[in-house]
């Protein structure tokens, strides 16, 4: 770089313009100018540093049975104590620096990696997704319990229950009477997904959902997307007219939520399930309800061919497998051609 400079100086370049294009100061490019070079540094060690013996010392006395938990912090107030200075506390941190050891010094929990979900389902009564939310009371700080179970294939609503607790006995007696509401007695191939929450891991819990024949997910630990039906669903509760900022009784409470999940179950459309019921879903009347509003689009379209695209009219369909951590697309396809 230095002889490319000598040349373009040569030439009668600008100093100023050379600094800024090759990144260096102009009294390096002065000084190539003149052809001398910058005088040679040589490290200088400071005079109180410390030396190696004095350096392994103090790693000593740091990876010592008596010291080994503690900071050079307490280290050096303990030292004093005892009427005693060996070095500064920073310098004890650059000590452990430089021997690449600075980090906690006490023994640490390791958190276990836990294996992402993924459960599909291609049909109803295939996956189902659990969780409890609160509901406010008319006391404040009082709440009631709302157990709900939705199938995830069909989004229908399987199972709910308000209690005033939570707890994994209400839960046993949740599930199995929503097996009982769903004619679900002998064992199935269904999965019955959760978060952490303790009615859900409580061991009691596990061991009835394996005496059932009943395979059990979770979500990992503080990860806020691997229940998402559940918690979407209850997002639409709490934006609904039927949901209340209190609820006067345990009874007011399942007469709003009745009201509730009979308009879920057989009024609300979802675009995922090319915006039919999850009744319609979970009774198996999709291609009855796909066959009526084919027909409509076939004939708006001999009607009004100008209204729709060249492809013709395109008609929203259920995904044909969904499931926890399953990549979501919307399915469509064109009624004619």
């Not at 230095?2 to 030439?11: P, R, V, Y």
Request: glycine share 4%; proline share 5%; hydrophobic share 35%.
């Amino acid at each position: 770089m230095k002889e490319g400079i000598s040349e373009l100086l040569q030439a009668r370049v600008s100093q100023s313009w050379l600094s800024d294009i090759y990144g260096v100061s102009r009294s390096s490019v002065n000084r190539w100018q003149k052809g001398t070079l910058p005088k040679q540094r040589l490290p200088r060690t400071p005079s109180n540093a410390l030396s190696s013996s004095e350096r392994g010392r103090i790693l000593n006395l740091l990876y010592s049975e008596e010291f080994i938990e503690d900071t050079p912090y307490k280290i050096v107030s303990k030292l004093l104590d005892r009427g005693e200075w060996l070095c500064s506390i920073h310098t004890m941190y650059r000590v452990l620096a430089e021997a690449g050891d600075i980090k906690d010094r006490r023994n640490q929990r390791r958190h276990p990696r836990y294996e992402k979900p993924t459960i599909q389902a291609t049909a109803p009564r295939q996956l189902w997704s659990w969780d409890i939310t609160r509901l406010p009371a008319e006391i404040k700080g009082e709440y009631y319990f709302l157990y709900a179970m939705i199938d995830v294939y069909s989004r229908y609503e399987v199972g709910w229950m308000i209690t005033h607790e939570e707890n994994s006995d209400r839960a046993q007696h949740f599930i199995r009477e929503t097996l009982r509401q769903q004619g679900i007695e002998d064992k199935v191939q269904l999965t019955i997904h959760s978060d952490r929450g303790s009615p859900m891991i409580a061991s009691n819990t596990v061991e009835l959902l394996a005496v059932l024949g009943l395979a059990q997910s979770f979500a990992r630990p503080r990860v806020s997307d691997d229940n998402p039906f559940s918690e979407a669903q209850f997002k639409t509760l709490k934006y609904h007219r039927f949901f209340k900022p209190w609820y006067e009784s345990l009874e007011d409470a399942k007469e709003c939520l009745a009201k509730f999940f009979e308009w879920y179950n057989t009024e609300h459309r979802h675009i995922n399930l090319g915006l039919l019921t999850p009744e319609m879903v979970h009774e198996g009347k999709v291609d009855e309800v796909l066959a009526t509003r084919t027909k409509a689009l076939i004939d708006a379209y001999s009607k009004h061919p100008e209204r729709f695209s060249k492809r013709g009219p395109k008609l929203l369909i259920p995904q044909e497998r969904v499931g926890i951590n399953i990549p979501v697309t919307r399915q469509s396809m064109f009624v004619i051609g």
